[in-house]
């Protein structure tokens, strides 16, 4: 039977290209200068270091236009919040999103469901699996998958006939 896999997966290496381009510039930039201003890539966590909240939004800035030119979606971003560290410095934690969490899941087995496709959905690990007995039945769930959760940056893969 044809089948295919819902997946939440950011592309780790153009990530972590970003961030090093990120840190790159921030090094370099004049209003920067001085100033604890850092961003560290560590296990799927960005962590943005500086002086003041205000200097935490501009690196967020730097960090989602470095991603945005490698075509990585920023909605794989989940910020933290704000935490003071020794002094006046505080540092943020951006963490990357990696696999279907169980609510999103349910949510869409949930949909394909409610939809009358004629299609099944098994929660696997982190990705959900959808079988069906016709491609084109495949194909229209993936757009009612796309249309109605346009909050989550999913992808689609192993795509069987």
């Known amino acids: 039977m044809p089948s295919f896999d819902t997946v939440c997966e950011p592309n780790l290496p153009e990530v972590k290209n970003a961030v090093d381009n990120s840190a790159k510039e921030i090094g370099t930039r004049f209003d920067f200068k001085g100033t604890s201003?850092?961003?560290?890539?560590?296990?799927?966590?960005?962590?943005?270091?500086g002086d003041a909240e205000f200097q935490l939004v501009q690196?967020?800035?730097?960090?989602?236009?470095?991603l945005t030119k490698r075509n990585?979606?920023?909605?794989?971003?989940?910020?933290?919040?704000?935490?003071?560290?020794?002094?006046?410095?505080v540092k943020q934690v951006i963490k990357v999103k990696s696999g279907i969490e169980t609510d999103q899941a349910k949510k869409i087995t949930r949909l394909l469901k409610d939809s009358k496709l004629k299609v099944q959905a098994a929660i696997q690990g982190d990705a959900v699996r959808v079988t069906g007995a016709k491609r084109d039945d495949l194909q229209a769930a993936m757009a009612l998958i796309k249309k109605d959760l346009p909050d989550l940056p999913l992808s689609f893969n192993n795509f069987r006939d």
Do not use: N, P
């Open 37 to 49: 201003a850092a961003v560290d890539l560590k296990d799927k966590e960005i962590t943005l270091t």
């Open 59 to 66: 690196i967020e800035d730097v960090l989602r236009g470095k």
């Open 72 to 89: 990585v979606d920023v909605r794989f971003l989940d910020k933290g919040d704000v935490q003071k560290i020794g002094g006046d410095k």
